[in-house]
């Protein structure tokens, strides 16, 4: 069995482009297919595309979506989710224990854990990342950490050490809380919390971004930015029967449309965010159905309502404007993509209440609670959405439905920039769409940033829908304090009870991703991680290449 280098993958694909064009299927199905192995397969390089480009490789200042698929395959942290579910599980932390009042972990760190120059991770340099992650003046993820003794002093002054983050010899990690934040295991699992070793940070200096000190499956070959990012598999990783990629190609900046062209010739082995035309194709193709994945993502969309101005400071108009939404006509507008949303949390959160249905679509309904709101005649309205042309198309389509309650929609657009900069200010768009996604799966990642009180600022707001109510910041807080997931998660039922009534935002969707793989592909998505090839492994032929059908 021979596997191939990253250099040998790419000097193939022109190889394999010009075998799958001689093949001259009379259908569009795939190409290739598995060798017929039956357990994992080492060896080989697995190649995708992304739409954009990643930002930066250094795990503390990394946030977007494109980043995230690059730092997770090259930075593990303490703990991680189990492999297609949200339980937590062990990685770099063999154990770890929590005191009974909640406020005091400590993490055992696994034997044998290391960079990938071999040198041995330690309990110094799990806490140096959280030092990092706090201190860093363009990090984003400082107020997750928030809930450390001393943390807050720490973001303030931009200090180098945070009294919440002790080590108990070389293999123990100490973090204490100020705070109960059952969150917490949940938040570890992000990059930020990868081990870092501050010789290495000084060292590479402003390269850092360039520079990553691996401490996951893969580590970095080379980087030709905005065009294609080459990884191999990490030779001193502590799990190497988790591994079975030699490398993996990240192409990046590749259109939609583009991909899938690439992916049918055999230059790419998996596609995902297919534009239209080859999403119905792909999805109406029997032959690929075996090798399609479709999961409900950790996400919610809809349209947000500033309930401090008129005319969305009356609950009956923003329950109205739910009534009149259709959700049948976003669904077929996506593709059948979506799952009708009744709140933020999406399915499989903790907490989300599974009982409570959607508003139906009930237009003599919205009508009449326009008019006892004092709007007999409908109402004019301006709505704000991103040029994006999805969203543009959700926005025409809410247009159609509200005018059927009689309610007038004039539909801005703004760039992305500028959008995300407007709708969290008081003097913003009232009516907007809205979209969030989960950095780490809790309630309090949706909940509390949306719709607790203290999340509204005087500039930038992430309750941006400014609702205030003193009862769901209070039970949000309890929640917050409380360890027994059972008593936790009745709290947030409660809290989806009271925001469907009280309907700051029109609750639309749920977004599913869909991703088709090539036949010898063996990987399963991750609700969090999305794109996660850690372990995928690839059935191709002894010499490393694609078998055609």
Known sequence: MTARSPAVALAAAGAIASLAAGCSPIDRGPRFRPAGNTAPRDGGTLRFSVIEQVRTLDPTTGYDEMTNLATHLLFDTLVDFAPGGLEIMPRLAARWTVSDDGLVYRFELRPGAAFSDGTPITAAHAGYGLERALA???SPSAEYLADLAGARDVIARKATACAGITTDGDRTLVLTLVRRNPALLSILTMSFATPQRPEHVA???????RRPDATGPFELVSWDE???????RNPHYYDPARVHL?????LENVPRDTQFQMFERGELDTAEKLAAPDYLFVMSEPAWQPYIHRLVGMNAFGSRMN???KPFDDRRVRQALNYALDKRHTARLLNATTVPAHGILPPGMLGRDAELAPYPHDVARARALLAEAGYPGGLDVDYVTTSDEETQKVAGSLQSDLAAAGVRVQIVVMSWATWQTAVGQPGGPAFSFTSWSADFPDPVN???PRFHARSIKAADSTNDSFYTNPEVDALLDAARAELDQARRAALYRRVERILYDDAPWIWDYHRMTTEVVQPYVHYAPHAIWTRDYSSAWLD????GAPVPR
């Open 446 to 448: 949706f909940l509390d």
């Open 226 to 232: 905005g065009t294609r990012l080459v990884l191999r």
């Open 246 to 250: 030699d490398a993996i190609v990240m």
């Open 540 to 543: 191709v032929g002894l010499d």
């Open 203 to 209: 060292a590479a200096g402003d390269q850092l971004r």
């Open 307 to 309: 309930v401090t101005r």
């Open 136 to 138: 860093t003046p363009d």
